[in-house]
Structure formats: C-alpha cells, structure tokens
C-alpha cells in the first residue's frame, strides 16, 4: 500500500471512529418513578419523562401510588391516561431554598400543607414536576430500550431484544450511579432519552471488542438479546448474545469534514453533597464531576477543604486528613474524609487555579462547593 493510500485509509477509519462515537444531547431521561425516588438526587434538576397516572391531592395533583407525594405542576393541563407519559422538570423542594424561583408557579405552601404540615422538608421527602405535559406514548409493538426503561414491569422475566449506543461502564452517567452492576464486564446500553444495563455477556463479538472503561469506544451499536430483570428500583437485561448493529437512520460519512470546534474549558456539572446541602453525610466522600476528561496530577496540592465559621466548644479548627482520587470513567474526583467531619459544621471545597483538562491543557476556574454536614 503507498504511503498515500495508507494515509486516505486510516484517515477513513479516524472519522468513522469519531463519528461513531459522537454523542448526541440528550435532555431527557425516561425512568420510573420508583427510580426517582430511589435516586433522587441524581434527578434533580433534571428533564425526565414516567408513565404513571395522576390523582388529586387536596386541589392539587400529584403522581398516584407514590411512597412519598410528587406533585404535578402543569404548563397546561392535559388529559392523562393510562397511556401518558409525563415530562417536566423533576426537583426534591428540600433540596431548594424557600425563595428558589423555579418554585413560583407551584403552590408550596398547600404542597407542604399536604406533606408535612407546613414545615420545609429535609431532602427525599417532597418532590415536584415542574413545567409539566402529558402526551399519549402506547407501548411498542416490540419492546425498545425506552420501553423497558418507562414501563420495564410489562416485561420483567420475559425474553427482549434491543438495539442501543454502547455507553461503556456508565461512562455519561446516563443512570444513577447508586444502580450498580453485576459483573466485570457490565454496561450501558442507550437509545433516545432512556438507558439500561445489560449483564452477563461481554461486549465483544466478530470484529470488535470493546472496554466499558473507555470512552473511544462508546458509540458503537450493539443489538442485545436476554430477559429482562429487577431486583432494585431500575431494570436491567440479563444478556445471553450481542452482535453489532447499525444505527436506526444511517447517515452517510463525507471525508471532507470542517475542523470540529474547540473544546470548551473544563467545568464542574455535578458533586455530592449538592450546593447548599444542608445535611450531607460526615463520613461520605465529596464527590465532584466534570464535563471533560481531567489531568489527574493536576488535582495535586490543589484541592482545599476547611470549615467555614466556628464550629462547637472543643471542635476540630480544621477537617480531618483527605485523601484524593481521579476516577477516569466518570470524569470524578473523589475527596475522602479520614474521619467523619465534624457535626452541624459549614465546610468549604476550593478546587484552585491550576487544575487542567487531560488533552489539551485547558484551565477549570478556579471553583468552590460549600455545604453543611448532618448530625
């Protein structure tokens, strides 16, 4: 092979690689409510899509058959039926300050009225669906990823077929983080809004072989055969083959492509405990997520965590040792306490001016998380 055409082949594979890879945005997450409730801090603030019905709640409304009250806040209101899904903003009110504005067209008070007698309630015990619609979605024919995700107890214990985008080892956080895996070789499947583990095969069949620990390789479709279970709040698929797929559309690959845009800075899109918590776990680690792969050495002797204000007679004038951790799948830092941090205490998290994305160097702003720790 010239060196010519040696150079116009790999280039061929490069942009198939990309565009394989490309990711689209997806600004819906369709799950059930026993998931948002099971991982609500993971879906707070977020778009999302359930089918369940509706019920009224003392002139308001809220989702039926809740463990803990959901209200509805409509953009307008729709008829609901058993075929509807609801979309809208999901927010846990405990999680919020009193003069949050994404609150005001929600009635609160008489929302706390029912709930907790008027009291503002701690986190996991209220939630609301703001901006809310409701469109007619029957179910599929054949079952989808998306209709597992909405609607998995229809097919618990039942032979699926789907097709999906390789995530890895829920390398995008397409689902909460708490859900877990099986096995090693565990991952993510993804179509549309909705996501799902799949179990018990590994992702490699003729002609490919693919890391759930790498991004690079997600992208690639992957047509996966098993039952579906659940033994928590999401379903999973107990895989027994996969053979690689082709997108739903194809779309064709023109090798004379524009220079993609540079990649933004760095930035923080999400850490637990959240901004303002009021009653974060002492002994959990502090977590913090980033839109872009970090350069793990950079976190060095950049990362400061101290009380703010004076703490109780006899309190500790600064935090236990912390040891610090990079997990490169999920882009997130993780800050462990030595020792449970001190009750009731104002602490402060200071990522400083140095920390820098892994390929091309870019800056993160300098950047802090303040919350308060439980008793």
């Known amino acids: ?77 729709p008829g609901v039926t058993s075929d509807s899904e609801i979309r809208g903003e999901f927010w846990d009110i405990g999680r919020l300050e009193r003069n949050d504005t994404r609150l005001g067209n929600a009635d609160v008070p008489a929302m706390l009225e029912y709930a907790t007698q008027g009291q503002w309630p701690a986190h996991d015990q209220v939630y609301v669906i703001l901006k809310a619609t409701a469109i007619d979605s029957p179910l599929p024919a054949e079952p989808t990823i998306r209709a597992l995700a909405l609607a998995p107890d229809k097919y618990i214990g039942k032979g699926v077929t789907v097709t999906g985008r390789f995530r890895g080892g829920n390398l995008f956080a397409d689902l909460p983080t ?16 909705a996501a799902i583990w799949v179990s018990g095969v590994r992702p490699r069949g003729k002609g490919f072989d693919l890391d759930v620990n790498s991004r690079m390789d997600a992208g690639r479709w992957l047509q996966v055969a098993g039952t579906l279970r659940r033994d928590g709040p999401l379903p999973w698929i107990e895989g027994t083959s996969l053979v690689a797929a082709n997108a739903p559309s194809d779309a064709p690959v023109t090798v004379m492509m524009p220079p993609p845009p540079p990649e933004p800075p760095p930035s923080v899109i999400f850490t637990a405990p959240t901004q303002g918590d009021t009653d974060a776990e002492r002994g959990e680690p502090i977590r913090i997520q980033f839109s872009r792969d970090m350069d793990p050495r950079s976190f060095r002797d950049r990362v400061r965590v101290s009380y703010v204000g004076a703490g109780q007679p006899g309190a500790a004038p600064v935090p236990p040792t912390m040891t610090i951790r990079y997990i490169e799948g999920t882009r997130a830092l993780e800050i462990k306490p030595a020792a449970p941090l001190d009750r009731f205490r104002q602490v402060k998290v200071d990522l400083l001016e140095g920390i820098t994305s892994a390929i091309d160097g870019k800056p993160l702003a300098p950047w802090s998380l303040t919350f308060t720790t439980g008793g």
């Open 1 to 77: 092979m010239t060196g010519r055409r040696w150079l116009l082949s790999a280039l061929c594979v490069t942009l198939a690689a990309c565009v394989a890879a490309a990711q689209p945005a997806v600004t819906r997450t369709a799950t059930t409510v026993e998931a948002l409730l099971a991982s609500a801090v993971f879906f707070h603030g977020k778009q999302i899509a359930v089918r369940r019905d509706v019920e009224p709640a003392r002139g308001l409304v809220k989702l039926a058959g809740t463990a803990k009250p959901v209200f509805v806040v409509w953009a307008d209101r």
């Open 178 to 193: 708490s859900a877990g895996t099986k096995g090693r070789w565990d991952f993510v499947l993804q179509s549309a809004d």
